[in-house]
């Protein structure tokens, strides 16, 4: 195969499939050969946390690739619906497959950290769909409905709803009708909850704090630290050689990737700040790295930048597989 062959081939279909195929066969072989600690902890308000609603075991694995799948088409109809990359791609699937791969104890179980990602990928999907449309408050409502609802069950949803505020700017739609649905979307969740009796001084309660590290052996805890950094390094890198291409784009386009390079930097913020949980953000880390990286190969289709994603893919193969062996 030619490189101008291969280059072509990372950003079908076919080369997606591939490492979804991959990606969810390793899950499952992960899950099979290795019981993985489950991460239980209640870390809500009010609300018990993901990681705690469903029972360990095959029902909980199943859920987490219901939840991966989900993410999956959530890449899939950004890329398609709002053209965030500015061509015709599937490589976002596939690099978000890979990154997955190398945590296989984290992405085979329900917890925040999954329930995090799908939450912030559809609120920006609506917000994307709000672009230069300020009288779809309705969306705004959901986003902030969807926001502050989760952060009854685990406190890093609070993270995202200054992030999700700044976005609104970046849709061109902040003014008052949006900050009014904004807020009623912030308040609804509580009033609810209050009105069936879950809000009280007495049901309120404190996240309890659990540092990851202190449940995890010093070998997974490197392999954790080093596939951590690496997507960490990509992303930052992506985003910076990004930046000159994006200058170039039409406003809605800029406005898509600024939306999605805040969400990025906001994680990375986030796993910094609260690194004793640092397992919260990786599956949305993921998610963002995988369209920062992919806009970077998307925009320099070069003979030879297919061996890229390829190397990447391989890298995180292998960590794959010193996970399942050590």
Known sequence: MKYADLTRYIHTKGFAVLMLTL??????????????????????????????????????????????????????????????????????????????????????????????????????????????????????????????????????????????????????????????????????PWWIMAAFGLVSLEQLHMPELVNIFSRLTSTTAGLLLITVGLTSLLTVGSFVMNVMKTIAYNARARAYSGAIATVSLATLAGMVVDYQTIILYIPLLNYCAAFEVAGYFSSHRGERTGLGPLIIVASYIILFLCQILF
């Open 23 to 188: 990606a969810f066969g390793g899950m499952l072989a992960a899950h099979g050969l290795h019981e993985y600690p489950a991460l239980t902890g209640d870390a809500g308000f009010i609300l018990p946390s993901a990681a705690e609603w469903v029972a360990p075991g095959w029902p909980n694995f199943v859920f987490a690739l219901a939840g991966n799948c989900l993410l999956v088409l959530a890449a899939a109809l950004t890329s398609r619906f709002f053209n965030v990359l500015r061509s015709q791609t599937a490589l976002p699937m596939a690099l978000f497959a890979a990154f997955q791969l190398a945590t296989p104890g984290l992405s085979g179980q329900v917890y925040t950290g999954l329930l995090l990602a799908v939450v912030v990928a559809g609120c920006m999907m609506l917000l994307f769909s709000c672009y230069r449309s300020a009288v779809r408050t309705r969306r705004i409502f959901l986003v902030f409905l969807a926001l502050s609802a989760c952060s009854a069950t685990q406190y890093c949803f609070l993270v995202y709803i200054p992030i999700f505020l700044l976005g609104c700017g970046q849709m061109r739609i902040f003014n008052g009708r949006t900050i009014t649905a904004a807020i009623l979307g912030l308040i609804t």
